[in-house]
């Protein structure tokens, strides 16, 4: 059978990725594909280092369009990111009949349904494994592996550049901005580090797997997102002495009001295998009611890691290309007309435990006015830790951990603790999951 | 579409987990699978108890044979276990046009070569996730999710019975038969548990794993297997202080010469996250050469768990059970056409390097005679430890971390070593990896 004919949209680390490990190990693909798969056609708008990186043996073009218009090329491969034009050359891929593969996060998780709609409708395959967590399979561990379960929650590190800063300020107690600048140095961090360190990236992915896990439409606007960028190396302190370690996670829950999906850095038990995940290393946990708790490591990002979750796609579609569009493994891991209108909450109603920080004076009562703050809001304490204050000092840290609670609870004790005039700064509040 | 007849032939603990994990989650998963997916046959010789579990509603008869003979069967499920009548009913099944699903990975293990034989022949699929590591999806990421790499090697704890038990060796500085007896006790080994403890059940395992990596035949009979029973709480404690946890590791690893496929106690450093799987957990990790590092884990063993992975086999059949036959994914991985005859390797040629401890006098000149004949067998040290003996005591511990050598040749200096007149026990031997 002749080879499976590819066209890369955009050649940049992972496109060359790709075409470099498609190379390198064509006869094994080719072993386990039963077919021969071949970048056989390129568009980037750089002709030239295009041109530089695959050779005279594959048709370079400047256009996308000539790409989507070749009636040889089978599978259109989007490497451009973005929501702009990506989204519409990969709607004009769908229409032209071509399967598509991308690893575009923030264009699904945006535009999924639309996307995702369309290539149902024309019989084609929109996969994505290289848009969440790199090279870890875990969009096939869920949309395939785990169909048994009822998926209860995900809680993955998701984001390399922020848990490779997590991972320095704790070691080296050192402050966010001092590691980002170091991050950037490294190659960790990009230029523009925004959609990072504010976790838009993570809640992309979250938004992703939320689709995946519960059946439900991609919701990339219902998402509760906060970044890093306000972590102090103090809280990270504090976290260590109590037994946490705190990592950006991507969550999302399922309850019986509705399904939970918020990206923010969290307290996490320092025993659990994730909260050892270091560097710029990925990492999700996923419980299942049958098969209960999962775990899913690897590199989440890089040339050629991507590029192993591309392949992985390709290789998939491929052994199915000729089959008729029924047998194809739904997108979203749910067929199309059997998704659930289940609605995500507002952060209001997301239930967590918290960690507090209050900078308080150091004078009788204080204590007491707090608990009880918490008490008349239904909030249970879990841990107080109050620092001895230094000789002369009129003011201490007191942390509290509370029991799980419904976040509208606790904004309101907060509200009330913050008015408390022995409360001498704002109260940092982070939430805590035991992920058990 | 009128739902998947699924027939299952012994109702155990996995049985029974299947059975219960489908009638609960039967919205969920026909929600992913698009069809229904029903067990409406089982097979058991204990009729009363097959009919206790399953009601009124299945079908319940004591012989296999009325279920393979049944027209209405799309899928026999296997969960008999051993060589003997379950090989002659998959073969059976097989002929019969069904496909097949089994947890058994000693069966596969020995005889896969003549079962994937037959289902190709007959164009049916035989599907085995639940054979390896029990619920979590490692068979799949070997076969679909990693197939854009060439991979280098596969190390994976797949034997709950025996990580419990050098979990607890550790934990507790208690000697193996102590921790076998309270194993048994807590239902983590069986009663008679030599394939567990003996390394069989993960040499079964690996050996799966070695075929889907390397796309090679099963090849159980050309595995070096040693389990844990030889294991003293002594050396787990010297390799503490020397940085490292002891686990029974099945380990398949590519090398230019040929294949190594071996079980064994294995010093891995504790900072690796799979020397932290504590207990009766499972966790494989799986070097590719894009994709790098990835690591899998959850439950290898018990009723839902290993029911997860049924059913996902169940799922993934459902979904492609009226396509043709060219459009399965090969049970192997590779194509069947496809297979390579590189040989494995005899543990004398394997790789790897050593922990020694040996029993000395302690008397001058010991050292320089045990590190002569190792330089003399072209042998590298790593570290050397050597135990100050108490006052008056005529002997010590000295434990020797070897570099990278061929196995033969360690066992040559071995040798000499043993034959030293101031080598006073047997030495202890220990292979340790890296996995870096």
Redesign the interface.
């Known amino acids: 059978m002749k080879p499976i004919q590819v066209g890369l949209l955009g050649i940049g680390t992972v496109g060359s990725?790709t075409f470099h490990?498609?190379q390198?190990?064509q006869q094994?693909?080719?072993?386990?594909?039963?077919r021969g798969i071949e970048v056989t056609m390129v568009a980037d708008l750089d002709v030239e280092r295009a041109r530089s990186i695959v050779g005279d043996g594959v048709r370079v073009v400047g256009d996308a369009r000539e790409v989507i218009a070749n009636p040889d090329i089978d599978i259109v491969v989007e490497l451009i990111g973005g929501y702009g034009v990506a989204k519409t050359l990969v709607l004009e891929a769908i229409a032209a009949g071509k399967h598509v593969v991308t690893a575009n996060k923030a264009l699904l998780a945006v535009h999924g349904s639309e996307i995702f709609a369309a290539a149902h409708a024309k019989g084609v395959t929109v996969a994505f494994?290289a848009a969440v967590a790199g090279?870890?399979?875990i969009i096939?561990?869920l949309r395939?592996?785990?169909?048994?379960?009822?998926i209860e929650w995900i809680a993955g590190i998701i984001n390399g550049t922020t848990n490779f800063i997590l991972s320095e300020m704790r070691e080296k107690g050192l402050d966010f901005s001092v590691v980002l600048k170091e991050a950037q140095r490294l190659g960790y961090a990009e230029a523009d580090p925004t959609f990072d360190i504010e976790g838009v990236d993570a809640a992309h992915k979250a938004t992703l797997m939320s689709a995946l896990a519960f059946?439900i439409p991609v919701q990339f606007d219902k998402a509760h997102i906060e970044g890093i960028t306000k972590l102090q190396a103090l809280d990270i302190r504090y976290a260590e002495q109590l037994g946490y370690r705190i990592k950006l996670l991507g969550i999302t829950k399922r309850r019986e009001e509705g399904i939970e999906l918020r990206v923010h850095p969290t307290l996490i038990p320092a025993k659990r295998?994730i909260a050892?995940?270091e560097g710029a290393m990925n990492a999700v946990v996923v419980q299942?009611?049958?098969?209960?708790?999962?775990?899913?490591?690897?590199?989440g990002a890089?040339s050629?890691?991507t590029?192993?979750?591309?392949?992985?796609d390709l290789?998939?579609i491929t052994?199915?290309a000729?089959?008729?569009p029924?047998?194809r493994?739904?997108s979203l891991?749910?067929?199309p007309d059997?998704l659930?209108d289940t609605p995500i909450l507002p952060i209001s109603q997301v239930q967590t435990s918290f960690y507090l920080r209050l900078q308080v004076a150091d004078e009788a009562g204080v204590l007491a006015e707090i608990t009880g703050i918490l008490a008349d809001n239904g909030i249970s304490i879990d841990a107080v830790l109050q620092r001895e204050s230094a000789e002369g000092e009129k003011q201490t840290d007191l942390i509290i951990l509370t029991h799980e609670t419904q976040e509208g609870r606790l904004r309101a004790a907060e509200a009330k603790m913050q008015a408390l005039p022995t409360v001498l700064a704002p109260i940092v509040s982070l939430r805590k999951e035991e992920l058990a």
């Open positions: 990725g490990v498609l390198r190990n094994e693909i080719r072993r386990r594909a039963g494994e090279g870890i399979p096939k561990a395939e592996g785990l169909t048994a379960n009822r059946g295998l050892n995940v299942g009611d049958a098969v209960g708790t999962t775990l899913y490591y690897g590199k890089g050629e890691p590029a192993s979750a591309v392949i992985a290789v998939d052994r199915l000729t089959a008729d029924d047998h493994v739904p891991a749910f067929q059997a659930a």
